[in-house]
């Protein structure tokens, strides 16, 4: 059974840095697209950054500038550069990986900005 795992969360102050990794558990055929979301209690799950097979990167504006995705093909992970943190970041992360079949989730990991 196929696994994403995610680590890298956990409490930081305003104006911090946290680098997530999502690390795939298990094989996915074709890798297509990686892409990191978020979602706070109450709110929708917001697509914050999105890399593509070749690398191209695509940014929400409301991160652009303070996170930037990346990914090592070799070793199946999706990182996420989370810096100059304010408190209204605080939210579960959660990976995403996509092929031409299906999409797989993480389960999340949360990042709690404190000020």
């Known amino acids: 059974q196929v696994q994403l795992v995610e680590s890298g969360g956990g409490l930081v102050q305003a104006g911090g840095s946290l680098r997530l990794s999502c690390a795939v558990s298990?094989?996915?055929?074709?890798?297509?697209?990686m892409r990191w979301y978020r979602q706070a209690p109450g709110k929708q799950r917001e697509l914050l950054a999105g890399?593509?097979?070749?690398?191209?990167?695509n940014y929400a504006d409301s991160v652009k500038g303070r996170f930037t995705i990346s990914r090592d093909n070799a070793k199946n992970t999706v990182y996420l550069q989370l810096n100059s943190l304010k408190p209204e970041d605080t939210a579960v992360y959660l990976c995403?990986?996509?092929?031409?079949?299906?999409?797989?989730w993480g389960q999340g990991t949360q990042v709690t900005v404190s000020s």
């Open positions: 995403n990986i996509r092929n031409m079949w299906r999409d797989y």
């Open positions: 298990g094989t996915i055929r074709s890798i297509g697209a």
């Open positions: 890399i593509s097979s070749t690398g191209d990167t």
